[in-house]
């Protein structure tokens, strides 16, 4: 499936937010929009009420690695469940096995996390799961193949990981259980799921 291989900083500058992670040259330029040319007149001024949507929801799709008919697929299902759908579409991105292999530390980005997946480097409560867009189930258990563990770019990641409440780790094992579903004020991501919402009642 086709992915997003361009520039990512410049990506990361459009929305003034690093959402590929740690990056020396958006901290560098972040107060300065994409273009050769630096600030444009135009690009300063006020946006619509839909170009703000538009924006929220391509952030949310770049942030995820998710394409347009994959996303718009989550925003489906979330419709149709009981509950607040934007939450529950961030819900639905946080559950994806790519995203809670990078948050369980097995990987530096989710470009790293969905290619450890498609490699057939994780398993999925003891069976190999090669999709990265993989819907976990609360006690679901994540871990790095037997035949995986020793790979140097997993060690690395695993040496800097960051710690989430809805996540159980077990390093000695080098695997994750993923405990619940994380509530909304749990995910750090910086995305205005109202905005998506309302870009798709239109």
């Known amino acids: 499936m086709a992915r997003y291989i361009g520039p990512k900083t410049k990506i990361a500058r459009k929305f003034g937010a690093a959402i590929y992670g740690d990056d020396k040259n958006f901290e560098r330029r972040k107060n300065q929009p994409p273009g050769q040319h630096g600030p444009n007149k135009r690009r300063g001024a006020k946006k619509s009420?839909?170009?703000?949507?538009?924006?929220?929801?391509?952030?949310?799709?770049?942030?995820?690695?998710?394409?347009?008919?994959?996303?718009?697929?989550?925003?489906?299902?979330?419709s149709r469940a009981s509950g607040v759908t934007g939450e529950i579409l961030l819900q639905l991105c946080e559950s994806r096995l790519d995203n809670v292999v990078y948050r369980a530390g097995f990987a530096k980005t989710r470009a790293g996390a969905r290619q450890l997946v498609s490699h057939r480097h994780i398993t999925v409560n003891g069976e190999l799961v090669n999709i990265p867009s993989y819907l976990l189930k609360a006690g679901d258990v994540i871990a790095i193949r037997e035949k995986s563990k020793s790979l140097e770019v997993i060690a690395d990641s695993l040496a800097s990981k960051s710690t989430y409440e809805w996540l159980q780790y077990n390093d000695e094992k080098k695997e994750c259980t993923f405990v619940a579903v994380p509530e909304r004020i749990q995910i750090p991501e910086d995305i205005k799921e109202q905005f998506i919402v309302e870009l798709y009642n239109k």
């Open 49 to 78: 009420e839909y170009a703000n949507q538009l924006a929220e929801k391509q952030k949310a799709k770049y942030t995820y690695g998710i394409l347009e008919r994959q996303f718009a697929n989550l925003y489906e299902k979330a």
